[in-house]
């Protein structure tokens, strides 16, 4: 199926015209329909559900980079594509439709919604705070908070078997900056990737989203839940440019992870730095403190990925700009 039915259309305009805060008390009533209430917690952070018949997680967050939801939203049945003049919200209203979808048919995986990812993954943040490995056996885990049509990304984790397997559904491997997964997956020692679920244009009121895209994904992804007793569980290995992350091997009293800005060296903890692509080390992850972001970031015109930059005129990331950058370097 390409095209929305009706249902599905009121379903998806639904979701995008809630805030994260009335999402918050509506999806908790809906997953009722699906898991027994003593399954579902639920917190001003995140909603957690578990224990189902199938050991691999879905997550997507509640929050959106806009201060409104949208009050118009339009859908092209021609062209498949949908979008708000006020900015639909597809990031990532569109896999919290999924995971709906999924559940609608019949499959009961983990189900995991987080709260401000757009704000630095809080939501995640305090999940690995109130749970240090995951509350349930999980084989690994799915994002769906990918724009594009048929992404996966992986972010730092680098086990082989793991993108060999996701790739065998028709996924490409590509690169992203950072998600909730970037922060969930390494302290549970899971691995997880991201998957494409049809935006694009994000964090812009021009954004669209590909209702085939969508669609695909959410078969493909189903087709991924019927194979779990086939697999066994993928493992987080680190890649090697995460050795040039700039993570301060150290934790605050709150056991958060600490991170070094790059710019003026301060040390600060996850909610106050932002990942980037490097400019120097070909998919390495460097971090910047708010305050240094705007001299040294900007966002390519082409993927829409956070990128350093030499000056500021540099509109295009090294991927786009078809710079062959060196594996490794010594920082």
Known sequence: MNEMTKTDL???????????????????KLLLKYYSKDKIIVTKDYILCG?????????????????SPPSKIYYD??????????GLGADDRAGIFAILKILQKGYRPAICFTTDEE?????????????????????YIIELDRRGMNDCVFYSCDNDLFTEYVESFEFVTNWGTFSDISTICPEWGIAGVNLSVGYLDEHSVIETLNTCALYSTIGKVQEMLDDHEHITPFEYVADFPSLYSNVFEGYNFD?????QCCSCRKIFSGDDVFPVKSKSVKNAIKYYC??????????????????????????????????????????
């Not at 998806?12 to 999806?27: H, P, V």
């Not at 224990?51 to 201060?67: N, R, S, Y």
């Not at 704000?119 to 084989?139: C, E, H, N, Q, V």
């Not at 056991?255 to 991170?259: C, F, V």
Request: aromatic share 10%.
């Open 10 to 28: 009121q379903l998806f305009k639904t979701i995008a015209q809630m805030k994260q805060s009335s999402l918050l008390k509506t999806l908790p």
């Open 255 to 259: 056991k958060q992870r600490l991170y």
């Open 119 to 139: 704000r630095g993954s809080l939501g995640a943040m305090k999940l690995i705070k109130d749970f240090k490995t995951s509350p349930f056996y999980l084989k």
């Open 77 to 86: 049945t021609k062209q498949k594509v949908m979008w708000s003049p006020q």
């Open 290 to 331: 708010i305050d240094c972001v705007a001299d040294k970031v900007n966002w390519c015109v082409a993927c829409g990925e956070p990128f350093e930059v030499q000056s500021p005129a540099d509109t295009l990331c090294p991927d786009c700009a078809g710079i062959d950058l060196p594996q490794t370097f010594i920082y």
């Open 51 to 67: 224990e189902g018949d199938i050991p691999i997680m879905l997550t997507a967050h509640m929050d959106t980079v806009f201060k």
